[in-house]
Structure formats: C-alpha cells, structure tokens
C-alpha cells in the first residue's frame, strides 16, 4: 500500500509539472494575524531595491504594482513623484533600510496608513534548453504607518518557458505579462483580508 501511495503521489506532482511547467510557483507570503486591511485606505508605493542587471526593472515593477492597487479597488495611492520627493526632502538614501521610525515619519509627511516596499530579485529571460523565456522574482512589503511593522510579506517567482513552449513551440509570456500576472497574485492575497 504505501508504494502504491507513493506512485500515485509522483504521478501527480509529473501531472502537475506537465501541465504548468516552470511557469509560476505557489507565492509565499504573510498576514499578520491580528490585520484588518480594510483600515488601510491610502498606501504609498516605495521605490523598489533593483537586484538585477535590468536598471529599469524596479520602476517598471513598481509603476505596475502603483497601478494594479489602484485597478483592485482595495486602496488609494499617493503620486509616485510625491513619494520621491519626500524620500529626497528627508534625506533618505536607501529604502531597503529604513528604521520603523522612519517608516513612521515617511507615512506622516505623505498622509497614508502604510507604505509598499520590496524588491525586484530576478528580472529578464533565461535559458531552458534552446528556448529563452523571460522569469521574474518579486518580494513586496506592506509597512504599518502607526507601528513601523511589517505586516504582511509576499515573494513569488514567476516565468521560464512552459512545457508546450519547451517541447512544441508554443508562444510563452512576455516580460510585462509575466510581472502583471505576479503583481495580480500578490494584491490577490491581500483582498482575502
């Protein structure tokens, strides 16, 4: 009985490979507990850490989370150039280190309950046997405004060529969709709160 057990279960995780290749993974993210995110009605989006050779990568993320927040309905956000520009009043260098007290002061001066922060990790295309399709990784972070804490956390990877692209030549996404679809399934999971 229990090869039987693990025969079945190896069929299904092939099935489920076959089926969706490497296209996207289950995303990891937290909720605070004790989070009501229907308090939150007007957040700020931060510019995102870069970790790729793409220069553009973060504010062409960012440009989409700023948008998909706006098209969910869930929150308001403020102008991406007011939030640059209260960054640079207050002397901030880097935002992947700001101090809870300044996660506080920034939320004061640009009047919103949280701030969007994260990173873009993985951004461009990359090679599966002789096809090239693009994959992109994404961490976001809501801070709260009152406490400077992180309440809830969300990374993901998405892309890389399907099974029907690798073995028949079937068309695979474009980088754009790739990181709208992955913007998509994050703010998906703060609506479940």
Known sequence: ?????????SLMI???????GCRGNVPVYHMSEDIDFSYYKKVAVMPLDNLTNDKFAGEIVRQVVTTELLASGLVDVVFPGE??????????????????????????????????????????NVKMG????????????????GTGSIVWSITNTRG??????????????????????????????????
Do not use: W
């Open 14 to 20: 092939s099935a489920l490979f076959l089926t969706f």
């Open 160 to 193: 890389g060529a399907s099974f029907m692209a690798r073995h028949f030549g079937a068309r695979h996404e474009t980088i754009s969709e790739t990181v709208l679809v992955l913007v998509r399934e994050a703010i998906q999971t703060l609506e479940q709160f």
């Open 1 to 9: 009985m229990h090869v039987l057990k693990r025969c079945v279960l």
């Open 130 to 145: 002789n096809v090239s399709a693009p994959q992109v990784t994404l961490s976001l972070m809501l801070a709260d405004a």
């Open 83 to 124: 939030v640059k520009s209260v960054i640079n009043d207050m002397g901030i260098k880097s935002v992947s280190s700001l101090t809870s007290d300044q996660i506080k002061a920034l939320a004061g001066t640009l009047e919103v309950e949280a701030l969007v922060l994260g990173a873009v990790e993985e951004y461009g």
